[in-house]
């Protein structure tokens, strides 16, 4: 099986298009379908199906879009530390991960702190939820990721090295507007009858098992597609939300934070492969460490 045919059916699955496919890889829309035909047959097994909005990957096509992605990655790698052995480059960018909320708050002043340490690191920074990030550390396209145990927790994987940098305070995020802000902790059982939204299912797990030990439900009855959804429904006075502390430094202006009592926490950790790992990693990590105990709000 050739890459780029892997490349094209990866293509094609992260853009849901045949078409889209097409134009990004500059080829025809007829030269995808074909090769997507013929791995098909390879593999004996259907890998797209169509629908409405253009194509998506069968069960199949899923585990095999993984795992091709993953190959993808690692020819990637080996093509750039090729040429980085020839230009006399031998360490390559740094490749970090982090959480939305991790990548607003606590990694750019690690970043900073490690390039003024340390010079001109090439770097880049992907943000993702954990269990993605994890993957990517694992198929070898991240050196580094910042984490979180958020539900539904972090795999324990023998290939992977894992640093706890601490646990971090949930609080509420609340339009300025709102008779709470700044009056101090609250009781989750005064806020139980407002509306709430929330962007992913581990923040909803944390915020509801915190209103169950309260012995109260909260009404989760608005869904955000992203952090910045939530934050402006929030800012709009739709709702209020749960969101970690880490992030309050970088939040929008029209917005509040009120800390829980007792709080619901997560805790933050670093990832590293245990094989190879990047030179700028570790003091990388270091940097982290630093950031989150200097940059985290006080206790409620």
Not at 276 to 282: Q, T, V
Request: proline share 8%; charged share 20%.
């Amino acid at each position: 099986m050739e890459l780029t045919v892997w490349q094209t059916f990866v293509t094609v699955c992260r853009l849901g298009s045949l078409s889209a496919a097409a134009t990004e890889l500059n080829h025809t829309q007829s030269a995808v379908s074909r090769q997507i035909a013929g791995l098909e047959r390879q593999l004996g097994v259907r890998l797209v199906e169509r629908h409405a909005r253009g194509v998506r990957p069968t069960p199949a096509g899923e585990v095999f879009r993984r795992h091709a992605q993953a190959t993808l990655n690692e020819a990637d790698r080996a093509v750039r530390a090729v040429r980085e052995v020839r230009d006399g480059a031998f360490d390559g960018p740094l490749a970090i991960g982090a959480t939305p909320s991790l990548a607003a708050g606590i990694v750019p002043d690690a970043i900073g702190s490690l390039l003024k340490d340390a010079g001109a690191v090439p770097w880049s920074l992907v943000p993702g939820l954990s269990a993605h990030l994890h993957h990517r550390v694992i198929a070898g396209d991240l050196d580094v990721a910042v984490v979180t145990d958020a539900p539904p927790g972090l795999p324990h994987d023998p290939r992977i090295e894992r640093r706890f940098l601490g646990l971090d305070d949930m609080v509420v995020v609340l339009p300025t507007g709102h008779p709470r802000a700044g009056r101090g902790p609250v009781h989750i059982q005064t806020l139980a009858d407002e509306t709430w939204v929330e962007d992913n299912d581990g923040s909803e797990a944390l915020l509801r098992r915190h209103a169950a030990r309260a012995g109260v439900t909260v009404r989760i009855d608005l869904t955000a597609a992203d952090l910045l959804g939530k934050l402006a429904l929030v800012a709009s006075g739709h709702a209020i939300a749960l969101i970690p502390g880490t992030l309050t430094r970088a939040l929008r202006t029209d917005v509040t934070t009120a800390p829980l009592v007792d709080p619901p926490t997560r805790g933050i950790y670093t990832i590293t492969p245990l094989r190879d790992p990047h030179p700028s990693a570790a003091p990388l990590c270091e940097h982290l460490s630093k950031a989150f105990n200097t940059g985290r709000p006080p206790a409620g």
